[in-house]
Every structure is written in structure tokens, then in C-alpha cells.
């Protein structure tokens, strides 16, 4: 009887602490996301149908339980790109990823690289490939498959080439191609400030698990973009900090 009862709290305690890992873990996956907003959305709906029923507020208690009947499939369409993101960072855990690999000279190369065109105040959009593949992209671009380097990326993005226009991108520390058009973010909390290049990068990265690296030409200033979050304003030190720990997250 002792055992059982010792069984039963250890399993317990165990559900309690599984559960809260993945609450604290989705909590940081939507934070600084439009899926706040959607998440207090649907609490607000969830609360209201409870005062109605409460009230006996019949017509809005038949109409709100119409609409939360379809629930999973609102949320599937509401948070497709949440969870597309969800899924593949659960992909990247390591029970199902192989072993590091050490990019710290990949990572140089393009902190460098980024140093130099900000410093001329050169435009340009480098992405850097992780474990989601960014095919659909690659067709619209110009095929380049070179090693990264300072002298070919700054060459790629001069405006006197003609594929300085869209992103780079960058599979296993090779320039796969240039000149790709990236999908623009939909996010209506993103400031109406940011230009293309800004908003291309939050859009590919809201899509994908990529790490994005922009250089703009009004300000000459660095930025990162990694699930959807912009860095802005950073310098070579930052830039390489930040790629290390994004790419390896």
C-alpha cells in the first residue's frame, strides 16, 4: 500500500513537472510573437462562453460553442507558423540531431563580411540555412555554390552586381545562391518602419528555423533575425555572439 502510494506521487509529481516544462517552453516559443495576442484572443472567448453559459445566455452560448467546436482547426490555421516552428526545433533536440559542428569560422566569415558592408553602407540580406531546407527559394535565384567569403559576398552585394537585389543563402558554410526573394512577414505588430530587406528576413525566419543577418543601406546598421525576432543595431562582437548561440540553439 506504502509503494502504491509512493508509485502514485512520483508519477505525479512527474506529470506536474513534464507539464510545466512544455507550458514554459511553448511561454518562450510565442513570446515577443502575434500569438500572444491570439492566445488572449481565444482566453477572452473561452471566458465569455463561461458567462454565458453562467447566465443562461442561450443564442451566445450556441453561437460560441458553434465556433469552439472547431477549435483545433482555428487553431492549426491561427498558429500554422508557430507550429511549423515548434515542431522543427523539436526536431533539432538532440535525441534526434547528430553531433555540434564547429561553425565558429563560418560565423567569422559572415560577422566580418557584415562589419565591412555596414561600414560602406551596402544593402544586403545573408541567410544562413539550418535544418529546415529553403528550396522553395533557391529556384528564383541565381545559382552561385562557393565557399563563403568576405571578398565573394561583398562582391555578390555591391550595387553594381547584378544579383546584388534579394538574400544570399547559406547551406553547410557554401553560398548556395544568390539574389533569392524571401517571403515578406504578415506580422501586423511589426513596425511599419522597416523596410523590405527587414521584413523579408522576420518572414523567412517566421517560415523556417534560419538565421538571418540584414545590412542597411539608409543607416549602415547590423541586424539579426532568428524565429521571428529582430536584434537591430548590433556590432561584429555582438553579431558574432549572437550568430553562435542562434545557430546552435
Not at 36 to 53: K, S
Not at 84 to 97: D, K, N, P, S
Not at 127 to 153: F, H, K, Q
Request: aromatic fraction near 6%; hydrophobic fraction near 50%.
Amino acid at each position: 500500500m506504502i509503494e502504491t502510494i509512493a508509485n502514485i506521487r512520483i508519477a505525479d509529481l512527474a506529470d506536474v513537472f513534464i507539464i510545466t516544462v512544455l507550458l514554459y517552453w511553448l511561454i518562450g516559443l510565442i513570446r515577443g510573437t502575434r500569438a500572444v495576442q491570439m492566445v488572449y484572443g481565444l482566453l477572452t472567448i473561452g471566458v465569455l462562453y463561461w458567462t454565458a453559459q453562467y447566465f443562461e445566455l442561450y443564442t451566445l452560448s450556441w453561437i460560441l460553442s458553434t465556433f469552439l467546436s472547431s477549435a483545433i482547426l482555428i487553431l492549426v490555421v491561427l498558429f500554422q507558423n508557430d507550429i511549423r516552428r515548434a515542431l522543427t526545433q523539436v526536431g533539432r533536440w538532440r535525441i534526434f540531431a547528430g553531433g555540434p559542428r564547429d561553425q565558429s569560422e563560418l560565423m567569422e566569415e559572415i560577422a566580418r563580411t557584415a562589419t565591412m558592408l555596414a561600414a560602406r553602407r551596402v544593402g544586403a540580406l545573408l541567410v544562413v540555412e539550418r535544418s529546415v531546407r529553403l528550396n522553395d527559394y533557391l529556384d528564383a535565384g541565381t545559382s552561385v555554390d562557393a565557399r563563403v567569403t568576405r571578398e565573394l559576398l561583398v562582391s555578390i552585394f555591391l550595387p553594381q552586381s547584378p544579383i546584388h537585389d534579394g538574400a544570399v543563402i547559406v547551406r553547410h558554410g557554401r553560398i548556395v545562391a544568390a539574389g533569392c526573394f524571401l517571403p515578406l512577414t504578415s506580422n501586423p505588430a511589426v513596425s511599419k518602419s522597416l523596410g523590405s530587406r527587414h521584413r523579408a528576413a522576420i518572414g523567412v525566419t517566421e517560415e523556417s528555423d534560419a538565421v538571418v543577418v540584414v545590412i542597411s543601406e539608409e543607416e549602415g546598421k547590423i541586424s539579426l533575425v532568428h524565429e521571428g525576432r529582430l536584434q537591430q543595431g548590433i556590432d561584429a562582437l555582438e553579431l558574432r555572439a549572437a550568430l553562435e548561440e542562434a545557430v546552435s540553439s
